[in-house]
């Protein structure tokens, strides 16, 4: 993927937003769903990454 996290975190917020509102037949759920789990694999990947790279940077300092 190769977006921002702060873009993905939009992404989600409006697939959730959708889904509250009913605003998708059951087709455009699933592919929604499926956008969803990458998003959220992005994110944590992300996080997860920073967290390392901030530890890192903190026991060399």
Do not use: F
């Not at 759920?29 to 901030?54: F, H, N, P, S, V």
């Amino acid at each position: 993927m190769n977006i921002t996290y702060e873009e993905a975190m939009r992404q989600l917020e409006q697939i959730v937003r959708q889904m509250e509102n009913n605003e998708l037949d059951v087709d455009q759920m699933g592919e929604r769903l499926k956008t969803a789990q990458q998003l959220i694999k992005y994110c944590r990947d992300k996080l997860a990454k920073t967290d390392k790279e901030i530890k890192k940077a903190l026991l060399n300092a």
